[in-house]
């Protein structure tokens, strides 16, 4: 009997997973619904874009969104060994301090302000380029600087001529400005948790890894979690744990496991004929996600990187990776971007910026004629809008209704419309004219602010950025600071769907930073543990 079973080997499962496993007298197994990270794509940076459909995510949409034109949007969540960490962007960012000490200071999550976060960001980085005291050079996950696309160049010079001052490093405490995004990869491939933290740690005798191995609930006794009921063979098994049920499935998965385990909205759990074992109202609502939306502009030539749909240049690159591990294989196409204000009122910028030199590589977002252009996206970093995650049957195979809630709060919808005109605004300054024909969407028959809301509402599309739905804080928050799931014993959320607030950027880094700060935590409680033995084994005598 493994003294912790993880549910989930996402980003934040294989770093507990491997943090836990560290000492050589705690037993760990990980679960985890998908297969191995086995696929080629996984590992090259580029195929990145080739994930958003497959057998290596869930194929989940979300509900018809009233606010974005009653539109369904897809929404990927990984479903393979190392989570959203071995199929995202491998864009790097941890958000501003101000995310963090909001939480503090806000939220009731003591001990998770930035200075206490700070050293877990530190430790979990192995930075290829910065040092210092906002950056790690020699943690499990690779970070590094890219040789970006010339293209890529010309954003950044023409971001400065629109004001956007450079920004060499987003993550030493002000993210203000225009500049090259560093990416999760190291020697030109991709640096997942999976690769990072479970690589190594696998060869540990007290580390079971399961894989393709699904989980239909926490098992539950007089108010504590013993275990996990999985399927094997076709029937249901129970495996039991030592000391604690740690979940890591992420904003989706989590609420949906604690749900079908009896942990939810009492009202909604009955309505499905569920057991109620504890009434906590708050799990799977506080869904938050970043909406992008992206301009294309036609380019006059093939300046960008379009002209790899050629059999011919794809060979190219295959071979210039294969012989020197560069190109644009090794890249992850959105080497730059920026944070910038849409409303002046905020303290920190309130819109992110992503360039691709390329056209139809996000999901849903089509070519330019021609075939050659370039994608500017953008999303409101700080959403006001609040969704939720909810199941639709007791039947753990059938998929969670997802609603996001997009633009339900008007201010998230005026944001969304600064970004579009200031990314216009980027792709007109005097650094692109040269190679930018025309802007392409939206075009120039969307001049007033109507037209610009309804174009938002027509395009935008999750960044996939889901979190919150298993709040930390106070109150009637789902988990507390130490991530305990509120009356019950032996239970914790440990990943994204924890952040009460989302933060000002993308969300992998710092739910790599919860994972190793769970570590700690778990860690902490196994020594008070073996010292409170300690002390009482005289008396046994």
């Known amino acids: 009997m493994p003294d912790y079973i993880i549910v989930g080997g996402g980003s934040a499962g294989c770093v507990l997973a491997a943090r836990l496993s560290e000492d050589p007298d705690i037993s760990v197994t990980l679960l985890e619904a998908g297969p191995r990270d086995s696929n080629m794509y996984i590992h090259l940076p580029v195929g990145f874009f080739k994930m958003t459909t497959g057998p290596l995510i869930w194929g989940y949409e979300t509900e018809a969104g009233r606010e974005i034109a009653g539109r369904t949007m897809v929404y990927p969540q990984a479903r393979v060994l190392g989570g959203g960490s071995s199929i995202n962007a491998q864009v790097f960012t941890r958000g501003c301090p101000q995310d963090y000490d909001g939480w503090r200071d806000f939220e009731g999550c003591h001990g998770w302000g930035y200075e206490d976060v700070r050293p877990y960001f530190r430790k979990s980085e192995g930075n290829d380029t910065f040092g210092g005291s906002h950056h790690g050079t020699d943690g499990p996950l690779g970070v590094s600087s890219q040789t970006p696309h010339p293209l890529t160049r010309v954003f950044v010079r023409a971001a400065q001529e629109a004001g956007l001052p450079f920004n060499p490093d987003f993550n030493a405490g002000s993210q203000a400005g225009a500049g090259f995004y560093q990416t999760t990869t190291r020697n030109g491939r991709r640096s997942s948790t999976a690769v990072g933290y479970l690589k190594p740690a696998a060869i540990r005798k007290n580390l079971t890894v399961r894989t393709d191995t699904a989980v239909n609930r926490i098992v539950i006794e007089n108010g504590c979690a013993v275990g996990i009921e999985i399927v094997e063979n076709g029937r249901s098994v129970l495996l039991r744990a030592e000391r604690e049920v740690i979940l890591t499935a992420g904003a989706i998965g989590s609420p949906k496991m604690l749900m079908l385990s009896g942990l939810g909205p009492a009202d909604e759990l ?28 036609e380019l006059s030539g093939s300046h960008g990187i379009d002209r790899y749909k050629k059999r011919h240049w794809q060979i190219a690159a295959g071979v210039e990776y294969a012989l020197f591990g560069k190109g644009p294989i090794a890249s992850n196409i959105v080497e730059a971007g920026g944070f910038w204000w849409g409303d002046r009122g905020e303290k920190t910028p309130d819109i992110q910026f992503h360039f691709l030199p390329g056209a139809g590589v996000e999901e849903g977002i089509g070519t330019v004629p021609g075939g050659n252009g370039c994608t500017l996206n953008s999303y409101h970093v700080r959403p006001r809008s609040r969704g939720q995650v909810t199941l639709r049957s007791k039947d753990p195979s059938v998929a969670p209704a997802i609603d996001p809630n997009a633009f339900a709060e008007p201010y998230d919808l005026e944001r969304a419309v600064d970004g579009i005109k200031i990314s216009q605004d980027i792709l007109s300054q005097p650094a692109f004219r040269p190679f930018v024909k025309r802007l392409y969407l939206p075009n120039g028959q969307v001049r007033s602010p109507t037209e610009y809301r309804e174009f938002a509402r027509q395009y935008a599309r999750s960044a996939y950025h889901p979190v919150g739905t298993c709040r930390m804080g106070g109150g009637e928050s789902v988990v507390d600071p130490e991530l305990r799931v509120r009356g019950i014993d032996r239970l914790r959320v440990c990943d994204s769907s924890v952040m009460p607030r989302l933060i000002s950027s993308n969300t992998n880094a710092a739910t790599v930073m919860i994972a190793e700060k769970a570590a700690d935590i778990l ?19």
């Open 270 to 297: 009955r309505a499905l004929d569920i057991d109620v074992i504890r009434d906590l109202p708050q799990v799977g609502k506080n869904l938050q996600d970043h909406m992008d939306v992206d301009v294309l502009a």
């Open 523 to 541: 860690k902490g409680v196994h020594e008070a543990r073996k010292e409170s033995l300690l002390r009482e084994a005289p008396q046994r005598h």
